[in-house]
């Protein structure tokens, strides 16, 4: 089945309908705007540096660091799985976690 071009006329509807929806788009965007989102947006960049560069924010970080270290990686191979047993529940632990991927 041939796929047909649309008619002049349907193109300019569509033409019409994406002009419409990029105007409903910069009526949504001023509103917001005017709404104080700007203001909120520059209070967050704020916020932000003052919570990443404070003795608290340091410390969460290594925090995260560690516990990243610690963390195996989760690519999981099945050349290095183990034979299941009949006391296995769960097929997935039988999987091994192979390091360094």
Do not use: C, Y
């Amino acid at each position: 089945m041939a796929r047909t071009n649309p008619s002049p006329g349907s193109r300019f509807w569509i033409v019409q309908a994406k002009l419409v929806a990029r105007e409903a788009q910069q009526v949504v965007n001023q509103v917001m705007l005017t709404m104080g989102l700007e203001q909120s947006q520059q209070m967050a960049t704020v916020f932000d540096g003052i919570t990443r560069h404070n003795p608290e924010g340091d410390e969460a970080r290594a925090l995260i660091r560690d516990i990243e270290a610690r963390r195996p990686s989760r690519a999981v191979t099945r050349k290095n799985a183990k034979p299941a047993t009949e006391s296995t529940v769960h097929p997935v632990t039988t999987l091994t976690v192979a390091a360094g991927m």
